[in-house]
């Protein structure tokens, strides 16, 4: 209903008389709008504030009650305005059509005021208790979406935090957290473009992947810093000391889901990359050795994006490496360090990657290690 004092009713007939009646009965409760045809009747539905109800004849000429009453039900804008036939149809079929049509209610003429007055406040008291309904149905629908987006910005933004938080102790920038969650993004798309893993590689997964990929090294943050910042190639010691990164880390999110009491999928996801990101398709890698497809998805597309970044980045026991060089190397470890399809996908899109690391360069481009001997 309108904020307006009084509601507004639109009384549709084509007979003089029988508009003069209605208005004289409805005018000191109501605000009253005319039309004398079916026509007439649909443009001046649309003149604000929009009527709360439609009283309406049906036997009128070129447009019949019917007709204007179907095309009221077929917009947005007039669809929920109660509809009230007043007719001197009083056949059950026309009746039962009406109603079919939308109408609220049918009264046949000759009208008793009292009737009338009492039905047409009745529907103008459900139409307002439905208006709160739909209103107040729309704000929070609209104030979950707004709640759930405001959701998942402060979550993004914990993750990314917490990931640039890890890099930077060894003088990372967060620039390489931002490069290889773009690869992981741009392979799992690209092999989903191929027919591969299809099954697996959902919209949802690939963003949870996205979410995920930035919280692969946060163990580092329980590797000593005579190791972690080492100007130089680790020992066998040091070295073994570095492979503890990837359990440190999914300990890490682990204890995190413990807080929450609960698993969330981004989590898990974020557990299998911080965990087996380091280990490789012929089973020498680590922690555990796995081989080929036993390594789950999530670690196989971090594994390539993880060390085509770490090459092409300058540490301080090494020089960067150029794109080609890395492609090579990549491609030369196709089958034994990463998954053929994987690397098959890298070829592909190797451009992009280039594209990526041009857009998020180091300032510095120095980094120490960033977990491989």
Not at 178 to 191: G, N
Request: proline share 4%; charged share 25%; glycine share 6%.
């Amino acid at each position: 209903m309108n904020t307006l004092s009084k509601p507004t009713i639109l009384i549709v007939d084509d007979t003089t008389e029988n508009l003069s009646l209605m208005n004289d009965l409805l005018k000191d409760l109501y605000r009253i709008r005319i039309a004398k045809s079916g026509e007439k009747a649909l443009d001046a539905v649309l003149i604000e504030p929009i009527p709360d109800m439609i009283l309406l004849d049906i036997m009128m000429p070129f447009m019949d009650g019917y007709e204007v009453c179907r095309r009221l039900k077929s917009q947005a804008i007039t669809r929920d305005i109660p509809v009230i036939f007043l007719t001197a149809k009083s056949q059950e079929e026309d009746e039962e059509r009406g109603l079919n049509l939308g109408a609220v209610d049918y009264i046949t003429k000759p009208i008793s005021p009292a009737i009338l007055l009492a039905r047409v406040k009745n529907h103008l008291t459900l139409k307002q208790s439905s208006d709160f309904l739909r209103d107040k149905s729309a704000f929070l629908e609209t104030e979950v979406i707004r709640r759930t987006s405001e959701l998942t910005a402060i979550q993004d933004v914990t993750i990314f935090a917490l990931a640039s938080l890890a890099e930077t102790r060894d003088n990372d920038t967060g620039s390489h957290v931002r490069r290889t969650q773009i690869y992981v993004k741009i392979l799992a798309e690209t092999l989903r473009f191929q027919g591969h893993y299809t099954d697996v590689l959902t919209d949802e997964y690939i963003d949870t992947l996205f979410k995920s990929a930035p919280l692969h090294d946060i163990g580092k943050v329980g590797i000593p810093d005579s190791i972690l910042l080492k100007p130089g190639k680790f020992s066998e010691e040091e070295f073994e000391i570095m492979k503890t990164h990837t359990t440190l880390g999914r300990d890490a999110i682990e204890n995190a889901e413990k807080m929450l009491g609960s698993s969330v999928s981004f989590l898990l996801c974020a557990k299998e990359i911080a965990y087996y990101h380091q280990e490789k398709w012929d089973g020498s890698g680590y922690p555990e050795g796995l081989v080929g497809e036993s390594i789950p998805l999530s670690a196989r597309l971090m594994a390539l994006a993880d060390v085509y970044d770490a090459l092409i980045s300058r540490r301080v026991y090494k020089s960067e490496f150029s794109h080609d060089e890395a492609l090579s190397i990549i491609t030369s470890g196709r089958g034994t360090h990463f998954d053929p399809r994987i690397v098959d996908a890298f070829a592909v899109v190797q451009n992009r990657f280039e594209e990526t690391a041009k857009q998020y360069s180091d300032p510095n481009g120095i980094h120490s290690h960033g977990g491989s001997k």
